[in-house]
């Protein structure tokens, strides 16, 4: 039994296989539209970003680039 996913823009049942060539999209234009809205940022992920590595992984790079003598980003 094929597995059967929503399409996340309109909603329309789509199969999860080698024959859906948009999957998870039911098509290129609702891929598309959803490329849209997070370009323009309708979509948007709700959580705050914390202190996390790749905050800290950034301020080691600027001091690095500091140390090296190179202009600052």
Not at 17 to 26: D, T
Not at 28 to 47: V, Y
Not at 57 to 64: C, F, I, K
Request: include cysteine; glycine fraction near 6%; proline fraction near 8%.
């Amino acid at each position: 039994m094929p597995t059967i996913v929503a399409c996340p823009h309109c909603g329309k049942e789509v199969v999860w296989g080698p024959e859906s060539a948009w999957r998870p999209f039911c098509s290129k234009r609702c891929k598309l539209c959803d490329l849209g809205d997070w370009l323009n940022e309708t979509h948007r992920i709700s959580e705050p970003l914390g202190s996390t590595d790749a905050e800290s992984e950034a301020d080691n790079w600027s001091e690095a680039d500091q140390e090296d003598g190179l202009p600052r980003h």
